[in-house]
């Protein structure tokens, strides 16, 4: 079956969806193609000709082979601490009758919405040299040293890990929540115990899942900067990401960019490892669109014990980083004991009349805003084209855009400076806020496209084709059942990019310039030049922002489930 | 006064499967007309072609007075000016519009007064029984009274003709009569001419006044329902529709209204005279079910010639029984309306009341000349 608009003559073969194509493949060339292009071309070029120089120079400085070592193994150790964490969590949540499930899901999502940076000023408060567990364990055992130090490879791991673990608890609740429940219960039917059926028929039937979300998590840990900035700088512990910083502060643009391919050369041999790994995914076609109801395992006696430690653990790694972000807003000086006198509300109004700081509120929440509107609008456009149309030029669209997905920021940011500093054509944009903006669209373009292109898929031909029959116009039926039925995946799109950019740092972090701060760069600046507590407060000034977004994603993702039942049960 | 639809010599490729071959029909004023066959025949993209959703490489079609595809003269309507009506097989109610939007949605289009659409709205819920529905959502629905909003939405603007794609195949058995028959009570109660898509052949048979049987894209037979069954044009059709037995034979004589056949040596036998005898003395004799008889060995059966054969499975049918026979090395199939007094490894007398013959290779080829 042809979609909606099979090409009828050859005068109507120039029409609107030609020229709408053509603007959107230059937006995806200025966006995308440019500064990759860039980033390629440039590290193989000195001055102006084909050298190998920028490498060779990159690869004789033992520095940077250890920091190219350093994000691998370090994100490696992060990846598995943060999938175990992630499946345990996300088997005790679907899978066995542990209460408050609703509760207990929501706030082992929430550290998805919380930039890593606010994680590792908060770890650094708690478990800092003066941090309130440090001192804690201090009285208690009447010591004047800790048995840790989270400035170390060590705090890193472990605030990566605690940061990226909801991308495997999402990826593996998200399976074992659509899997055939019958797969569990031929099984049971067959004698085997409920434990006995995790680890032979349900841990092997969400295997992909796992991996899936263990991709996600290295990923995000090799991409990081916040935290090994946080906590390596002061260590002289250096990982690519740092590094990449490091040369650009000099700068060393040359240099920087045969760095970035270095890291884009990581991550790609990351992920044909994984997919190794993962072998012939498309083996078991066992999850179901459609929710189900799970096969329950009972705690039993285990169950005290269990409620007991992933609560203790959800306030670990949950509350208490936040609760420490707030109370270091609130005191005095960092390090000082806790008690109402030393509280005080002065670093709040010195961010709060801190120019640079206001001009951070303000640049980030309408970068995020223009980001995901912009991002929103041209993605549902590329896969409108790509879904409906059928336009073979759109999904190549499509996979273009979705490229910047796999690149570490620092690239991204390396590629924006090298794209805009000295243009061919057009405006200087480097130095001004519009690189940010550029930054954004080209990072979070997948987003964009993830959502509208599978809302859309889900839209079956015949609701459009109806309206057709019914005498509406090709442009009357988008109007009146295409978008309407788009409408909840551009707003999911929408929200997830806001939160993205919103809480963006690692990009921000290489490009921003006087007069273009944004609220992560200059907590950043703040915490790392020693201004812990205004750092915190403005932190905390942005918690409600990312709270109210993270809620709605949620709200908004209960609704698509709902509907998707409703859908399932209907045709 | 010209035909309802006209269709003239579609064809329509897609790579190089040939989804419509030379189509040509016409439906009349009022007439309920089916294409036929089984899943990838063509006829649901030759109601695509009839819609506009899909273009035809070659061939005319018309739709009342008006050409609206010529594949010659480069005229190809969009679907929103054909003035037609469609149902969809998976209904394709718009779940963000209420039941009354759904079916408001045509004349909102063409720009009808508000008070004239709520008024062919009522009108329209209370042709489908479901007044008072209006402000339901789809998701509330059942099946079935999706498929109503479906049907109301593509009556609301009083269609030139009216198109149903498969539109029963996903309501259980008893919902699906009980439509069968309501929507050939509001066709006739509309005048409305329909084109209707279906690989059941009971549908057909039932609601049709005619209907073209199709298979890989060409139309085998055009014809009354009962002329279908009865004088199927090929070895498709006769396959296609109903159960058919298959039994080599020789042709042994002739005259003008019977014709004596010897099966295989095993029995000699004579049967009223079928429509088409092929050429030369081999043939195929094909006959149904209900057209066998069966009595006790030995017995008196109604047929001229008893021949001899076993069974192997007896089946309740409920309203009638259904034999497996083996006779002479092939299974034969029987229904008969009695059958208590028969068990399985019985020997049985078979009788053949009437069939058709067909060329000896008729089995390989489906547009095999079978009456």
Known sequence: ?571 | MPPAVAVTGLGKRFGSVRAADDVTFTIARQEFFSLLGPSGCGKTTTLRCVAGLESADEGAIRIGEHVVFDAACRIDVPPNRRGIGMVFQSYAVWPHMSVADNIAYPLKVQGVARSVIRERVTEVLAILGMTGLGERRPSQLSGGQQQRVALGRALALNPTVLLLDEPLSNLDAKLREQMRAELKQIQRQAGLPILYVTHDQSEALAMSDRMAVMNEGRIHQLAPPEEVYRRPATRFVLDFIGTVNYLPCRIVGTDGTRVCLDLDGAAVLTIPRPPYIPEGDRALLAVRPEDLVLGRAGGPVEAEVALAATVTLRSFLGASFEFRLAWNGTEVRVVADKGSGIADGDTVALGVREGLLLEPDALSRPDARAS
């Not at chain 1, 999402?170 to 569990?184: H, K, N, W, Y």
């Not at chain 1, 700068?251 to 270095?262: E, F, G, K, R, Y």
Request: proline share 5%; aromatic share 10%.
């Open chain 1, 1 to 571: 079956m042809s979609s909606v608009g099979a090409s009828r003559s050859l005068g109507r073969l120039i029409d609107w969806r030609i020229w709408l194509f053509v603007l959107l493949a230059g937006f995806v060339l200025v966006t995308v193609i440019y500064p990759i292009f860039q980033v390629a071309i440039r590290s193989f070029l000195v001055d102006g000709r084909f050298d190998l120089a920028n490498y060779e120079r990159v690869l004789l400085q033992p520095r940077n082979y250890v920091a190219v070592w350093n994000s691998l193994w370090v994100s490696v150790i992060a990846t598995v601490l943060a999938t175990v964490i992630g499946v345990v969590s996300a088997f005790l949540v679907q899978r066995t009758d542990l209460p408050a499930k609703n509760l207990f899901r929501l706030l082992l999502i929430l550290p998805f919405a919380i930039p890593p940076l606010f994680a590792a000023m908060g770890w650094v408060q708690l478990a800092g040299p003066v941090g309130l567990l440090s001192q804690a364990w201090k009285a208690a055992f009447g010591t004047v040293t800790v048995p840790w130090n989270i400035y170390s490879p060590g705090g890193i791991i472990f605030v990566l890990a605690v940061t990226n673990y909801p991308l495997v608890f999402i990826t593996v609740s998200g399976a074992l929540q659509r899997m055939d429940p019958s797969l569990e219960e031929a099984a049971r039917i067959s004698g085997v115990g409920a434990g006995r059926i995790m680890r032979d028929i349900t841990l092997p039937l969400v295997r992909p899942a796992i991996l899936g979300g263990a991709l996600l998590a290295f990923v995000s840990s090799i991409d990081n900067f916040g935290i090994p900035a946080v906590l390596g700088l002061r260590a002289n512990f250096y990982v690519l990401t740092t590094r990449i910083y490091e040369a650009l502060v000099v700068p060393n643009m040359p240099l920087a960019t045969a760095m970035s391919m270095l890291l884009v050369l990581v991550a790609v041999i990351a992920m044909f490892g994984f997919r190794a790994v993962e072998g012939q995914r498309e083996q078991y076609a066992v999850i179901a669109g459609k929710s189900v109801m799970p096969n329950v395992v009972r705690l039993n006696r285990a169950r005290p014990w269990l409620v007991a430690g992933l609560a203790l653990a959800v306030i670990v790694i949950v509350v208490l980083p936040l609760l420490a972000l707030i109370i270091a807003s609130l005191l005095r000086y960092w390090g000082a004991d806790l008690t109402l006198a030393n509280t005080t509300l002065a670093h709040y109004t010195a961010v709060l009349n801190a120019p640079a700081a206001q001009r951070g509120i303000v640049n980030s929440l309408a970068l995020a805003t223009g980001a995901a509107t912009i991002l929103v609008v041209v993605t549902a456009l590329i896969s409108y084209l790509n879904i409906k149309e059928r336009m073979r030029g759109a999904g190549l669209l499509d996979v273009v855009g979705l490229i910047p997905f796999a690149l570490p920021g620092s690239v991204i940011g390396v590629g924006m400076i090298l794209a805009w500093s000295n243009p061919p054509v057009g405006p200087t944009l480097y130095g001004t806020i519009w690189v940010l903006l550029l930054a954004y669209i080209m990072r979070y373009m997948a987003f964009g496209l993830q959502a509208t292109r599978t809302t859309l898929q889900q839209i079956h031909g015949s609701l459009e084709e109806a309206a057709l029959t019914c005498g509406a116009s090709r442009l009357r039926t988008i109007k009146d059942v295409t978008f309407p039925l788009l409408r909840p995946g551009m707003v999911a799109g929408w929200v997830l990019i806001f939160i993205s950019a919103f809480n963006e740092l690692t990009v921000s972090v290489l490009i921003w310039t006087s007069g273009s701060e944004t609220i992560g760069v200059w907590i950043f600046l703040m915490q790392d030049s020693g201004f812990t507590g205004r750092a915190s407060a403005l932190a905390v000034l942005t918690l409600p922002v990312i709270l109210i977004m993270f809620l709605m994603a949620q709200a908004l993702a209960r609704l698509e489930e709902r509907r998707a039942q409703a859908a399932g049960t209907k045709s």
